[in-house]
Every structure is written in C-alpha cells, then in structure tokens.
C-alpha cells in the first residue's frame, strides 16, 4: 500500500487531467470515476460527505467539498471565504475530533495536502489543488485552509511540502474566487439557455460563453443570470466589440462595419443571416436579459455604429 502522501499525488495527476479536459467545472460523475491504484480503485470523493478518505488511505483526507443543492443554495457542509489569505471550512456535525473531522487532523498533523471540490453550480466543480488545513479551531465548528501554488504531476510523491506564505495564499485565494465566480457564471448562464447560442442554437457547450450585458467590472460582487446571455464565441466577440447589438426587444443588430464583409459566405450564414430577429430567450423570465441593461449596451452599440460611419 502507498502511503497517503503519494496517493494524494496520484489524485492531483488526476484532477489535472479533469481540469485540463473540463476547466474550472468539472462534473462529479467524472471525479466519481476516480483512478486505479494497483489494480484498485482509488475513489476522490464521495457525494454523501464532504470530507473524504478513500479506503486505500491510512489516515489524511484525500480532498473536502463544498455543495450546491438543485435550488443554487448551500448544503450543510461548507466553506465560507474569508477576505484574507485562507477558507473557513465547516466541520462535519458532531465530535470535532471524531467522524470524518479526524482526517483533517491527520492532514494537519502531518502536513498532508488535500484537494478542495468547490461547487459552481449543482454537480459542478472547480478543483483546487494542493490546499492545506492550516488551523482547526474546533470551538468554532471549523478549520482553515490555505491554498499554494499548484503542484505539477512531475514531483514525485516525497516531495516535503511547505505551507504557503500568507502573501502568497492570500494571491491564490483571491486568483480562485475570480475563477470560480466566471466559471459559476458561465455554467448558469449556458444552463439558463438550455446549452445552446441565444443566437445560433448552437448547442455545443464547448464553444459557448456567458457574454456579459454590462462589463464585468461594473456590476460588481452580485451577478445574475439575467445579466449574462449565452454566446457563441464569434458572437460573443462580435457583441463585445459592439459589431452586434441586441435592442431591449430583444432583437438583434448588425453594424455596417460587418455588414461590409456580405460577399463573404461565412459572414453572411454566421452573422448577417440573423439581423433582424430576435435571440432565443430562457424559459423563466427571471433569467431572461435585464431589459434596463441591454437598453444601456444597445445605446453604446448604436454610438459605436454612428461614430464608424
């Protein structure tokens, strides 16, 4: 048997491949597959619990999760960010020191990392690698984790690690809440439109984006979904760059500045082709377009077309 250290390696080599295949939403029935040990499989979660050791493990955790319910609420066992250099993240009910709360203990005494599932959506994850359980305050319910820079399969599994600076963490730590905010936007937002373009109908998801109303930066912390439309990713561009408008109608626009390129084909069945109609709404109109909004970015399409002309 290997000791846990090297088979938390293995699960980092494992999520590597996840992210590299999925981005920051993974989808859990892909982390349930695991990965063979041996001969054996070698489980990375289990739904059922947040923090988890596979059988193949003496003592450490292999990786904590957070949840999302159907309803885009938290479940029991969750972190809440803190605004400095690390994550609360809450115990499981019960002995602090006992169920599966003695594996972060392991891991802290031993200074094992783990791997951090944070929900995005309903069955949805960004993997976060490698974290560490800096503190556990059990008068308060919770443990503190911090995050580093992350380690590369190429290390081999004897590798001592080091608890990041808080200087560091605290730049990893907000770099993922970025990440995890889009990457939670995104999912919502294509969700919202069924996986499909509100243009196209493209329905392939790889190649849609959740194209924002308003700038990111001006919306602040709170986004909704009707703030975001799904977009292909030409389109997307296109609207960006106010080349497309869509009216508060819902209708969309073509620039002049496009509409010179009609001789070409791909211009035409891509983009001109759609002038005039209007994009393919989601079915609950609370995750419709803010009609405030894309009357606000319809103005900057039109100011942007008159100045080209």
Known sequence: MASDLALVHLGFKQVEKLSLQYGDSIPHQAISEGFFFNGEKVLLD????????????????????????????EGIYNDHHDSGDHYKYALQRGDPYGVNNKYLW?????????????????????AIWPCFVKE??????YALIVESNKVTSSMLPGHKHQLPTEIESRYCVRETKVRMHQASFRQNVLDAYSGKCAITGLPNKSLLEAAHIIPDLE????????DGI????????????????ISPDSQIY?????????????MRDALLEFE????????????RPDRDKLAARFEV?????????
Request: hydrophobic content about 35%; charged content about 20%.
């Open 46 to 73: 289990n739904r059922a619990v947040g923090i988890f050791k596979p059988r193949q493990m003496f003592e450490c955790a292999m990786s904590i999760k957070t949840t999302m319910q159907r309803d885009g609420t």
């Open 219 to 226: 919306l602040g912390k709170t986004q909704y979904v009707s």
């Open 106 to 126: 392991a891991s802290m005494n031993t200074g094992t990392p783990v791997i951090y599932f944070q929900a995005i959506a309903p069955g949805r994850y960004t």
């Open 276 to 287: 005039g109609r209007n994009i393919v709404l989601p079915r609950s109109a609370s995750n």
């Open 136 to 141: 556990i305050l059990p008068e308060k319910g």
């Open 301 to 309: 399409f039109l100011d942007n077309c008159k100045g080209s002309l």
């Open 254 to 266: 073509i620039s002049d500045e496009l509409k010179q390129g009609k001789d070409n084909k791909f």
């Open 230 to 245: 799904a977009l292909s990713r030409i389109h997307h561009r296109a609207y960006d760059l106010n080349l497309l408008g």
